[in-house]
């Protein structure tokens, strides 16, 4: 299914990477801030040269495991501040997955939850999905601070169930269904 892009939003634009935005790619995935909570380490760069090449090609988000990841740039100044990432869960379950990696210096402005709306949007009116998850590290505040921003329920919390970076963390589920994000829109409009 062909994506539409570049996808707008009020101050920001969601677009596919290119090869020119390795030196914004590397500060975000080189950032101990920004990965600890994250199921990676921060990258080296060549790491991020085959971070940067996974998001280059292209997918046709038609089997479980796929995923896209769009840069998300300021729209007056095109700089880079951050990236949204939509899974593909479950073809037969019509599930999805979104995720967010805002670098620290455009933090605090309502970006990553911006971003994300658009991708629950694109998940649920593009991609006809059924059930939409984010699923975190129980101590990533600013990540469950989006997620209830969005008006995504939180569902399960799993405690001690994953073994990262060295210690045992809890995991936080929310999920919005397609009523959901339906009922709420309508109540926006
Ligand atoms: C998770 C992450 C994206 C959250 O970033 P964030 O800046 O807190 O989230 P938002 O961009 O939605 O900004 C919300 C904040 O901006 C404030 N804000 C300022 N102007 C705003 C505006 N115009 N609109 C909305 N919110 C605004 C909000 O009040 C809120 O502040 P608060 O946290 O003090 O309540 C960020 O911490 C991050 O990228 N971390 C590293 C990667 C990571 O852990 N990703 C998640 C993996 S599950």
């Known amino acids: 299914m062909s994506l539409p892009l570049p996808i707008e939003t009020e101050r920001l634009t969601l677009r596919r990477y290119t090869e020119t935005d390795y030196d914004d790619l590397l500060k975000l995935q080189s950032n101990d801030d920004v990965t ?22 292209d997918v046709p988000m038609d089997a479980d495991g796929q995923a896209v990841t769009f840069a998300v740039v300021l729209r007056e100044t095109g700089q880079h501040v951050g990236e949204v990432t939509m899974f593909v869960q479950s073809v037969e379950h ?3 997955e979104i995720g967010f990696v805002f670098h620290p210096d455009f933090h605090g402005r309502g970006y990553a939850t911006e971003a994300a709306a658009a991708l629950l949007r694109l998940g649920f009116e593009h991609f006809g999905m059924h059930r939409m998850i984010g699923r975190l590290d ?5 990540s469950a601070g989006v997620m209830k921003r969005l008006g995504m329920r939180q569902e399960a ?14 995991e936080l589920v929310f999920a919005m269904l397609a009523e959901e994000w339906k009922a709420g829109t309508l109540a926006a409009e």
């Open 138 to 142: 129980g101590r990533n505040a600013g």
């Open 36 to 57: 600890r909570f994250l199921l990676y380490e921060s990258k080296t760069p060549e790491q991020v040269r085959d971070s940067l090449a996974l998001r280059l090609a």
């Open 157 to 170: 919390h799993f405690v001690s169930n994953e073994f990262l970076k060295g210690e045992w963390t809890d």
């Open 94 to 96: 019509k599930g999805g």
